[in-house]
């Protein structure tokens, strides 16, 4: 009996050993998740949701993923993974402008380009142009109390998995 008991104790101290090991990634994924969602349910969920302010004028496509390529959304990743810390960050030059909310204002350069217009399609020669757009925040990474909780709760479903 003793032996049985060992052997049982020893497997899940192993299954323990395991977890902590693996633990970061899934705390990880689970961030990435979390940041990802906020641009479905268009809000910041700290320790209660706060909605983002709606855009003013009405164009096609989800607010923050347009009709284009959802390239911020997509870009959010792990980037640094130790024992005890998990970073997500994006690569986007543009996110930290969408996450903080602030005021661009500056002179850009426009491109050459072709553009629709109904039904035909017109060349518009390369020009520069300032802006000056004040963009409100609609957070979508950052530290979270919600978060913090569902890594938390993770952590405890994965522990009461191997111990009982």
């Given at each position: 009996?003793?032996?049985?008991?060992?052997?049982?104790?020893l497997?899940k101290?192993?299954?323990?050993?395991?977890l902590?090991?693996?633990f970061?990634?899934?705390?990880?994924?689970?961030?990435?998740?979390?940041?990802?969602?906020?641009?479905?349910?268009?809000?910041?969920?700290?320790?209660?949701?706060?909605?983002?302010?709606?855009?003013?004028?009405?164009?096609?496509?989800s607010?923050?993923v347009?009709k284009?390529?959802?390239?911020?959304?997509?870009?959010?990743?792990?980037?640094?993974?130790?024992?005890?810390?998990?970073?997500?960050?994006?690569?986007?030059?543009?996110?930290?402008?969408?996450?903080?909310?602030?005021?661009?204002?500056?002179t850009?350069?426009?491109?050459?380009?072709?553009?629709?217009?109904?039904?035909?399609?017109?060349?518009?020669?390369?020009?520069?142009?300032?802006m000056?757009?004040?963009?409100p925040?609609?957070?979508?990474?950052?530290?979270?109390?919600?978060?913090?909780?569902?890594?938390e709760?993770?952590?405890?479903?994965?522990?009461?998995k191997?111990?009982?």
């Amino acid at each position: 009996m003793l032996a049985k008991l060992d052997s049982n104790y020893l497997r899940k101290l192993n299954e323990l050993q395991k977890l902590y090991r693996k633990f970061p990634d899934m705390a990880g994924i689970t961030a990435v998740n979390f940041s990802k969602d906020r641009f479905v349910r268009k809000n910041w969920l700290d320790e209660t949701p706060k909605q983002w302010e709606p855009r003013k004028r009405k164009a096609p496509g989800s607010l923050m993923v347009g009709k284009g390529s959802g390239r911020l959304k997509k870009s959010i990743r792990r980037t640094k993974v130790t024992r005890n810390s998990v970073t997500i960050a994006t690569d986007v030059p543009y996110a930290q402008i969408h996450n903080d909310g602030g005021v661009i204002n500056k002179t850009v350069t426009v491109k050459a380009h072709s553009r629709k217009r109904k039904g035909r399609s017109e060349n518009v020669k390369s020009h520069r142009r300032k802006m000056n757009t004040t963009l409100p925040q609609r957070q979508f990474i950052g530290e979270s109390k919600m978060l913090l909780y569902r890594v938390e709760r993770l952590l405890q479903l994965e522990m009461l998995k191997i111990l009982k």
